[in-house]
């Protein structure tokens, strides 16, 4: 990526044209021609329209794709750049950013989030691991950071249909909700050909350390080792699960003995009725098939 002048592409969240970020995609732009580099900006009206106007822009040979917003910008260029070769870079402005925390991107600083993208695009870009979700009816999802199928599946679910409030405390409001119904499922898990029965609250399966706005589900995750970090939360009632939830900020709830984290390369995931979750996206009901994909994305970071 050292050459003096490349082509990039950059896609801009839809949703930042009338929000508090509607800024940072434009400077980004501005400051990328700035430093010499062909731009192709992309404002669309939607996520379809804008997915499928990347798609048509990164077949005319671009260097690499930026994304501008938050983990759903991510995964649209995830599902875009994965396995090709062709570098992604963030400039986080979402309301999660867990993948620009996980590889260290500044967040909450545009300046010095375009900054960091500046000067990787004069270095060898980084490989991280890509997760990918495989359904029953043969759908493919690319994911880079945690495909959840549980209760925190059912709060990203309830999280997703909130308008209010943004960032982490939406997540809370929507735990606290979700905690009404609470219920443990009966799941029937296979790690890497190893299969089990067990009752759980929740099931996490992450290469990221973190997802919903700085949950440090997997503290322990490696964006680069070829591994999901495997966790699962053992039955526990309201108050117990209350209890817990503060930990998971600092990523102390696996020191409890009711959360299990284990590594696999290939997972299975089996229980009726549930609906997973992959980067904040939904994916669909289980069961569903994770594979891990070693080194499988190039990352400006």
Request: charged content about 20%; aromatic content about 4%; cysteine-free.
């Amino acid at each position: 990526m050292a050459a003096s002048v490349l082509r990039l592409v950059v896609a801009i969240n839809p949703a930042a044209a009338f929000g508090a970020s509607r800024e940072v995609g434009p400077r980004a732009v501005e400051r990328l021609r700035a430093a010499g580099h062909t731009v192709t900006a992309l404002l669309e009206p939607d996520f379809a329209s804008l997915q499928a106007a990347a798609a048509a822009a990164l077949a005319g040979d671009a260097d690499a794709l930026v994304v501008v917003g938050g983990d759903g910008m991510v995964s649209l260029g995830v599902g875009l750049v994965a396995t090709t070769g062709v570098p992604l870079g963030i400039v986080p402005s979402g309301t999660g950013n867990d993948m620009a925390r996980g590889l260290g991107i500044p967040i909450g600083d545009a300046d010095a989030a375009i900054g960091a993208l500046l000067a990787a695009l004069g270095r060898t870009p980084r490989t991280i691991d890509v997760g990918v979700a495989r359904g029953a009816g043969g759908d493919i999802r690319y994911f880079v950071s945690v495909f959840s199928g549980g209760f925190d599946a059912a709060v990203n679910e309830r999280a997703n249909r909130m308008r209010r409030p943004r960032g982490k405390s939406r997540y809370t409001l929507a735990i606290l909700r979700e905690l009404v119904t609470l219920r443990p499922i009966r799941y029937r898990l296979t790690l890497d050909g190893v299969e089990e029965s067990r009752s759980a609250i929740l099931v996490a399966v992450a290469n990221n350390v973190s997802f919903g706005g700085g949950m440090r589900v997997a503290p322990d995750a490696l964006l680069d080792d070829g591994l999901f970090d495997v966790v699962t939360l053992d039955p526990v009632g309201r108050v117990g699960l209350l209890r817990i939830f503060p930990t998971v900020f600092a990523g102390t709830h696996i020191r409890d003995p009711r959360v299990t984290v284990r590594r696999a390369s290939r997972v299975r995931i089996e229980s009726p009725g549930v609906v997973a979750y992959a980067d904040g996206e939904r994916v669909g009901p289980l069961p569903i098939d994770l594979e891990m994909l070693p080194r499988a994305l190039a990352v400006l970071a």
